[in-house]
């Protein structure tokens, strides 16, 4: 009997800590799919997709590569920053290069709102447990998988930059 009283309480026990860890995850929410229409994607040319609050219409834009220092998407934002008037607010910290605005969009700790960085870039795709796909005009698009400073650019490549919630 106290062999069985033993074996119920360390079953209880365990019940415990696992639905204390489950109920305990941190829950995201990611913007649903997103209907733009992009232009016809051209030979040599990057595209960026930028989220827009209350349903109003993405931000898009397109950079010849070569036109680029490097072919990263930090390089990509700064020359639209430069040329195009995108508004971006940017850095390298330790880790490497950050953005906290771009576009309308930017990192929010009151309300756990982040921007979030997808890609066609197949090199860049997370592969983690935390992955986020999302269809972009009709494009599927991965969640990158490495900083903004190390994202590559593709001939035909669409990066998209959402916000996620935590």
Request: charged share 20%; net charge negative.
């Given at each position: 009997?106290?062999?069985?009283?033993?074996?119920?309480?360390?079953?209880?026990?365990?019940?415990?800590?696992?639905?204390?860890?489950?109920?305990?995850?941190?829950?995201?929410?990611?913007?649903?799919?997103?209907?733009?229409?992009?232009?016809?994607?051209?030979?040599?040319?990057?595209?960026?997709?930028?989220?827009?609050?209350?349903?109003?219409?993405?931000?898009?834009?397109?950079?010849?590569?070569?036109?680029?220092?490097?072919?990263?998407?930090?390089?990509?934002?700064?020359?639209?920053?430069?040329?195009?008037?995108?508004?971006?607010v940017s850095?390298?910290?330790?880790?490497?290069?950050?953005?906290?605005?771009?576009?309308?969009?930017?990192?929010?700790?009151?309300?756990?709102?982040?921007?979030?960085?997808?890609?066609?870039?197949?090199?860049?795709?997370?592969?983690?447990a935390y992955?986020?796909?999302?269809?972009?005009?009709?494009?599927?698009?991965?969640?990158?998988?490495?900083?903004v400073g190390?994202?590559?650019?593709?001939?035909?490549?669409?990066?998209?930059?959402?916000?996620?919630?935590?």
């Amino acid at each position: 009997m106290k062999n069985t009283i033993k074996i119920l309480s360390l079953v209880v026990a365990l019940i415990a800590m696992v639905t204390l860890f489950v109920a305990c995850a941190p829950e995201t929410s990611v913007e649903s799919d997103v209907n733009v229409t992009l232009p016809e994607l051209q030979e040599g040319y990057a595209y960026l997709v930028i989220y827009e609050k209350d349903d109003a219409p993405c931000t898009v834009m397109s950079v010849k590569i070569e036109d680029l220092e490097d072919a990263t998407v930090i390089t990509m934002f700064n020359y639209l920053k430069e040329n195009e008037d995108l508004h971006l607010v940017s850095g390298d910290g330790e880790w490497g290069a950050y953005v906290d605005e771009i576009g309308n969009i930017k990192n929010d700790s009151a309300t756990g709102s982040y921007l979030y960085f997808y890609t066609t870039v197949e090199s860049d795709f997370d592969t983690s447990a935390y992955v986020q796909t999302i269809k972009v005009g009709g494009h599927d698009l991965t969640s990158s998988g490495v900083g903004v400073g190390e994202m590559k650019l593709e001939s035909k490549c669409i990066i998209y930059v959402g916000l996620i919630t935590y």
